[in-house]
């Protein structure tokens, strides 16, 4: 293309990201209808002029997505998140993968013949049911879920059964979050001099390694462990994590109180502008990353227990990580309204944030402001009206 996008390119979807000691970056996406190749152009604008960073074709087509569901028990929830997902992901998609990690025993039977189901209607076999006899832990349900794929590099997408997506959003993942790149920087002391030069290399993404007398194409955990093995110090797997911004919809009783029955959720998604539901910013548990990105950052903190906070800890590191954090808003990706309970269980941190976003699910502040003083603007109104009659007597 030559650095020219012709005219039967389309913009698809941008992000832009400021370094406050550098300038801005900006990640630009162009793709021809129906077609599953995009091209993607990285601008860099420094507090100076503006340059071009990269111009490149990504072609998505080939890129599976493992979808990793912690659940218990909230059996309707999830023959609610199959229907999305069987017309998101078997109908449209056609490149994921289901993992389900089940926690205890009640509702396991129904879980089972919800996917059974699915999966004799619609020839949809990819997909892994992992039953275990604990406690739910979300943090502990996603690390078991990432660490049951076996079948190559993948896209990891962490979500609850509250999530609807389209399949757009799932493209949004594809080219955001990037699988099975390793940057490897060897250590140097005398007992690894003879092994490999003390130098940078890149190993790229496929598990070829030109640099080191490695046999054969391996994946990037084997790779990964076979450098640690030959000394080297620091290995970081997957260049890019996505955490995208999730849209919240707001409690439905609240929101449509003036009608009898709220809509489907299905109507719900396409609200007008007036209904002001929030992009859930304080949220992290959607996220898109590479299996190995989990792994060589030794994963999710599994000490925490119940609601919340496992995917804050694993966040950070990966802010302290050499990995670009893609963290933004995007169309396609609504947390469904819920009912809260707020379990005596919770640690302090967690039960504060349980009830912070229990608030925040529940309307806008301003809609919150009219029920909190309800009774004084009913007095207000009264008032008002008798003011008006006894005008209009007078």
């Not at 162009?30 to 420094?46: I, N």
């Not at 340059?51 to 028990?73: F, H, Q, Y």
């Not at 084997?222 to 996505?242: A, N, P, T, Y």
């Amino acid at each position: 293309m030559g650095g020219r996008l012709s005219a039967s390119v389309a913009a698809a979807q941008g992000y832009y990201r400021t370094e406050r000691d550098k300038g801005t970056q900006y990640e630009l996406f162009y793709k021809k209808a129906e077609d599953m190749e995009y091209r993607h152009v990285t601008l860099f604008r420094p507090f100076g002029p503006l340059m071009k960073v990269k111009s490149e074709t990504v072609d998505i087509s080939r890129s599976m997505i493992n979808v990793i569901v912690p659940l218990a028990g909230r059996t309707e929830v999830f023959a609610q998140f199959m229907q999305n997902f069987r017309e998101v992901c078997i109908s449209q998609d056609k490149r994921i993968h289901l993992t389900v990690v089940y926690f205890g025993q009640e509702g396991l039977s129904e879980v089972k013949s919800i996917l059974e189901s699915v999966a004799r209607e619609t020839n949809f076999h990819n997909y892994t049911l992992v039953s275990l006899n604990e406690e739910f832990n979300r943090g502990r349900g996603l690390d078991v879920g990432a660490r049951a794929w076996e079948k190559g590099e993948v896209l990891m997408f962490f979500c609850d059964v509250d999530i609807y997506f389209t399949a757009e959003f799932l493209n949004s993942c594809r080219l955001n979050a990037e699988p099975g790149w390793l940057i490897v920087s060897h250590s140097v002391t005398s007992d690894t001099m003879h092994r490999a030069p003390p130098r940078a290399v890149t190993v790229a993404q496929g598990g070829r390694f030109e640099q080191l007398s490695l046999e054969g194409k391996l994946s990037a955990s084997v790779l990964k462990r076979r450098l640690i093995e030959r000394g080297h110090r620091r290995v970081s797997v997957g260049k890019k994590v996505f955490y995208p911004v999730v849209f919240s919809l707001y409690n439905p009783a609240i929101v449509y109180a003036n009608q009898d029955v709220p809509p489907p959720v299905e109507q719900q998604l396409g609200l007008p502008v007036f209904i002001p539901c929030p992009y859930q910013t304080r949220g992290l548990f959607v996220s898109q990353q590479s299996g190995d990105s989990i792994t060589s950052h030794r994963g999710f903190d599994l000490e925490v227990k119940g609601w919340g906070g496992e995917d804050v800890h694993l966040y950070r590191k990966y802010l302290h990580s050499d990995l670009v954090v893609v963290r933004t808003p995007v169309p396609g990706l609504f947390h469904l309204w819920h009912e809260k309970h707020c379990a005596d269980e919770l640690t302090p941190e967690q039960y504060r944030m349980c009830i912070q976003s229990k608030a925040m699910n529940e309307a806008s502040h301003s809609h919150l402001g009219m029920l909190v003083f309800r009774e004084e603007i009913e007095a207000h109104l009264r008032k008002q009206a008798y003011r008006t009659s006894s005008e209009a007597v007078g």
